[in-house]
């Protein structure tokens, strides 16, 4: 899946690579094999909440973070995003209680449950020129597990650089999602 951005994300990843190397042998559609967007193993702790998408057909609780750098674009007019900033979508099972019944907030809204996987994409000088023509301005991409194995690895993040081409260079092809504010 690619990352589904908010107007407001980021910070620098600050932990180890991911362990887990793809032994993709094609090159034609690979992205680039180095991973420069890096799994943020902080994120919960050190990015901000910019937001939380709840999806009753699917039933995931879908939580944006954002680092400081990206946390500071708050509107279109302070576009691009910053050099370093860093996005994050965590995608979450709804919460079920011990009768396996969906868990609501006072709102009537879905609870997060666990987290299945995390996509994360990075703005930094010079990326996403692997992507040719597939390539949605500075941004790389990554999909991770919590345990900071690939689910997209960097050599088939090119599929994300293409679905993020439509958010358009307008909105430095970050998608803007009409999120809830955040729910502690």
Not at 5 to 31: C, D, I, M, Y
């Amino acid at each position: 899946m690619c990352v589904i951005g908010a107007v407001l994300l980021g910070q620098a990843a600050s932990s180890e690579p991911p362990t887990e190397k793809s032994n993709h042998a094609s090159r034609a559609t690979a992205a680039t094999t180095t991973d420069r967007v890096g799994f943020p193993q902080d994120y919960l702790t050190r990015f901000k909440v910019l937001g939380v998408f709840v999806n009753e057909q699917k039933l995931q609780v879908n939580t944006v973070y954002g680092n400081e750098q990206a946390a500071t674009v708050t509107g279109r007019e302070q576009l691009p995003f910053p050099e370093g900033s860093i996005i994050v979508m965590e995608f979450s099972d709804a919460l079920r209680d011990a009768n396996n019944q969906l868990v609501r907030d006072a709102n009537g809204a879905l609870k997060k449950g666990a987290v299945e996987h995390i996509d994360v994409m990075k703005r930094g000088k010079g990326f996403g020129e692997a992507y040719g023509a597939n390539r949605s301005g500075e941004w790389e991409y990554a999909g991770y597990r919590l345990d900071g194995s690939y689910t997209t690895p960097p050599e088939k993040s090119v599929q994300c650089a293409a679905c993020h081409r439509k958010a358009g260079p307008e909105n430095d092809f970050v998608y803007r999602m009409n999120a809830a504010p955040a729910r502690m």
